[in-house]
């Protein structure tokens, strides 16, 4: 069976410090990955998504950076946080080996907070 | 360009009476249709889809949502809720994917409190 594995699960950070977040799945190979940001407001912010390694897409502009080193670990990095940083962060995947459109999977986040 | 409306930020049940979470979508060509289920800080789990078919989806714990394409919705029910059933909820539309992406877009989520 697949699963989705993310760390740390809860993170304290200062403004301007790094940031490295990883997220790896087990089962599956070439899935779509996702990085999504869930603010207080509860909605669901999609950041980063890639089709394959070394492929990133962006949907927001920010300080944030993502990389997939490896068919099944997607890295979410900051060189300086900002306070607006803070959220729980989800990554997701989707297996591409069907034909139709599959669900996604989500991982149990990271509670980010930059102080 | 996709989008997906949860008209009610929350909504309140007794325990045992019949559950209704709204969900409306614009979409174009078929839309796939999505409901996610969140306990706090957790991530979202998946409930139930509608591809094609049958417009009422069966999904995990008693869940089942109806699709109504002249209305554009997807409304997620439960003939009687649970206590347990009290979280957060997403619906989320897709059109056809494409290219191997596949980027859904996610409503804002509805908060069920089943009352005890």
């Known amino acids: 069976s697949q699963t989705i594995h993310q760390w740390p699960a809860t993170l304290v950070q200062p403004v301007g410090s790094p940031l490295s977040l990883e997220c790896t799945v087990e089962?599956?190979?070439?899935?779509?990955l996702y990085w999504y940001r869930q603010a207080a407001g509860r909605g669901l912010q999609l950041l980063f998504y890639?089709?394959?390694?070394?492929?990133i897409s962006s949907e927001v502009p920010q300080n944030l950076s993502a990389s997939r080193p490896q068919d099944r670990q997607f890295i979410l990095s900051s060189k300086k946080l900002l306070l607006s940083d803070s959220g729980f962060y989800l990554c997701?995947?989707?297996?591409?080996?069907?034909?139709?459109?599959?669900?996604?999977?989500f991982g149990p986040g990271t509670r980010l907070t930059v102080l | 360009a996709q989008s997906v409306a949860q008209p009610e930020d929350q909504v309140n049940v007794a325990e045992g009476n019949p559950l209704t979470v709204k969900c409306t979508y614009s979409?174009?060509?078929?839309?796939?249709l999505f409901w996610y289920v969140q306990y706090p800080n957790r991530g979202l789990q998946f409930l139930l889809k509608?591809?094609?078919?049958?417009?009422l989806v069966k999904g995990s714990y008693g869940f089942e949502a109806e699709f109504n394409k002249s209305q554009t919705s997807f409304h997620l029910k439960k003939p009687s809720a649970l206590v347990s059933d009290s979280a957060l909820y997403f619906c989320?539309?897709?059109?056809?994917?494409?290219?191997?992406?596949?980027?859904?877009?996610f409503g804002r989520g509805t908060s069920l409190i089943v009352h005890p």
């Open positions: 997701a995947w989707r297996s591409r080996l069907d034909r139709g459109p599959n669900e996604q999977f």
């Open positions: 089962g599956t190979s070439n899935p779509n």
């Open positions: 890639s089709v394959g390694i070394g492929q």
């Open positions: 979409v174009s060509g078929n839309p796939y």
């Open positions: 509608y591809i094609t078919g049958d417009n």
């Open positions: 989320a539309v897709s059109a056809h994917a494409s290219g191997g992406s596949y980027i859904p877009t």
